[in-house]
């Protein structure tokens, strides 16, 4: 009891970065880790980031500006090294650093109760803690974070811990489009700086007084980060992905259809029908992550307010990015409320006590994996979930029979899978390469008509189509039009089907019809 009364956080924060990693351990469920274990195991193995496509026939000799290259190498490191268990450690880990910064970033905490807002927002996180580049972004955007409340508070045990800025910038970049985030958060403070004398009359603003010395410190990491952005394989080209990433969130765009693209406010309606319980964890951190700028009497950090408004309207623009708006507001809106919540009604380790139960009640329920599916995403386990969304099974048809491509798949996704197991597929995931024309074509033309798409196999060279015959609801059109294009293709005496399950089919030249000396009855 004595040493939780002087130091009250130490038990609360223990079981919330325990539940943190136990939340991100999980089976591969991004059907893009296909496409990226392959393109990393290209670049160890030939020492180079290639600037044009090979992996696939539509986009052969295109140019790729692979921005992900950096994250691509470490996820094939760690798959190759662990397996599937690697790739969960690795996601595992990434989550608590990324928590841990963050938690460091709160500033004085009076009580452990912000650990209500980061527990809220680990929920909003949760269904992005994956095997993808923007887990590394949430942990570079965290280092940037909490490097920049350093240089704020001019810590003295690290007073130069901020020049490692223009270091985790040059990471950044290699490794993932958001990088321009943390750019922008150097600027905000900056500006912020600027603003103080113009807004001194203003009572409701906090003003931090910085020294001349800190402004040109602050002033040369800017310089030196922005030189950082240009330091990758592609140079300019490099450092402008992040405005057409950009161009591709938003109504206008065709990319909007995705569903991680969607703007936030068109989900609301499916979420009050299908989701309430994460619908009504948005509202409540909304209102405590804004609570700080609207508390009577509250000092207003001008800094917290840009970054608030900067991430929310990123947040609003694409769904997926409430996880940056989560993790960007949690810790000054944590700090807010255990400031408010300080030496009221219970002391410091009363407050420990109580979130430090709920905390080790969450961590039970999701050691026992209770909670999948109800308040976490996915189970615990390594290896591929769900599987009867992988195409596995008959990519393993594939390589057992020596059909080896090129395989037209009708869902993007499975051309991903197709290159993880060396298989070169007609098309993948990697929209930086095929663009928005490649894919309204597919989607309104293609796959619609089948004149367009026997065409389409043939332009192609397609000796194999993979047919997902499960599709989701996301593009009711294709969802209808695909049973057609294998009814065409079964009928077709071009064509024959060698292998069906309960999710897929497989189709091959007339000319392949004997598979592994069976007839095509007896394949599939």
């Known amino acids: 009891m004595k040493s939780l009364k002087s130091n009250p956080l130490f038990l609360p924060v223990f079981f919330f970065l325990v539940l943190v990693a136990l939340t991100a351990w999980h ?78 970033s709160v500033r004085k905490p009076g009580s452990p109760s912000f650990l209500i807002i980061f527990l809220l927002a680990l929920f909003i996180v949760q269904g992005r803690l994956r095997e993808r580049p923007e887990a590394l ?27 490692l800025i223009p270091a985790v910038q040059l990471l950044w970049v290699n490794a993932h489009g958001l990088f321009i985030l943390g750019v922008m ?5 900056f500006i912020s700086w600027e603003m103080e004398r113009a807004i001194h009359g203003f009572f409701c603003f906090q003003m931090t007084h910085p020294t001349a010395r800190k402004k040109r410190e602050l002033l040369s990491i800017i310089f030196l980060s922005v030189l950082a952005s240009f330091i990758n394989p592609f140079g300019l080209k490099g450092a402008l992905v992040p405005f057409e990433q950009y161009s591709m969130m938003g109504g206008g765009s065709f990319f909007s259809n995705i569903t991680e693209l969607v703007p936030t406010h068109q989900l609301l309606p499916g979420l009050w029908r299908a989701d309430k319980l994460y619908l009504a964890v948005l509202v409540v951190f909304f209102f405590l992550a804004g609570a700080p700028f609207f508390r009577s009497g509250a000092r207003i950090s001008l800094y917290h307010l840009m970054v608030f408004l900067a991430f929310l309207f990123l947040a609003m623009k694409a769904n997926r990015n409430l996880a ?23 002391p410091p380790y009363y407050w ?62 499975d051309g991903n899978l197709l290159l993880w197991k060396g298989i070169k597929p007609v098309y993948d995931g990697r929209l930086e390469i095929f663009g928005e024309d490649f894919f309204r074509q597919y989607h309104q033309k293609t796959i619609t008509s089948r004149e367009d798409f026997e065409s389409a196999l043939d332009n192609y060279g397609a000796n194999a189509v993979l047919v997902r015959r499960l599709m989701d609801n996301r593009y009711p059109a294709i969802a209808v039009c695909i049973p057609k294009r294998a009814q065409d293709l079964y009928e077709n005496p071009g064509w024959a089907l060698v292998y069906m399950d309960g999710s897929f089919c497989i189709f091959i030249r007339n000319g392949q019809r004997q598979v592994d000396g069976r007839s095509k009855e007896e394949a599939s």
């Open 137 to 163: 972004s949430f942990f570079f955007l965290a280092c940037v974070y909490y490097l920049l409340e350093s240089h704020m508070e001019e810590n003295p045990r690290r007073p130069r811990a901020v020049f």
């Open 352 to 413: 420990s006590h109580a979130v430090s139960f709920l905390l080790f009640v969450l961590v039970l329920l999701r050691a026992m994996n209770l909670l999948s599916g109800v308040l976490f995403v996915y189970p615990l386990g390594t290896g591929l979930y769900p599987p009867e969304k992988f195409a596995t099974r008959p990519v393993d048809f594939m390589l057992e029979n020596n059909i080896r491509g090129p395989v037209f798949p009708t869902d993007l996704r």
């Open 27 to 104: 089976p591969v469920v991004d059907h893009d880790f296909g496409f990226h274990v392959a393109a990393g195991k290209e670049i160890l193995s030939t020492g180079r980031v290639p600037d044009t496509d090979h992996l696939s026939v539509a986009g052969e000799g295109k140019p790729w500006i692979n921005r992900l290259w950096g994250f691509q190498v470490l996820l094939y490191f760690f798959y190759k090294n662990l397996g599937f268990t690697g790739v969960s450690f690795l996601t595992s880990l990434l989550a608590c650093a990324t928590f841990s910064l963050l938690l460091l």
């Open 185 to 189: 958060l150097q600027i905000f403070l």
């Open 324 to 346: 940056l708006f989560a993790l960007a507001a949690a810790p000054f809106a944590g700090a807010s409320l255990s400031t408010k919540t300080a030496g009221k009604d219970m």
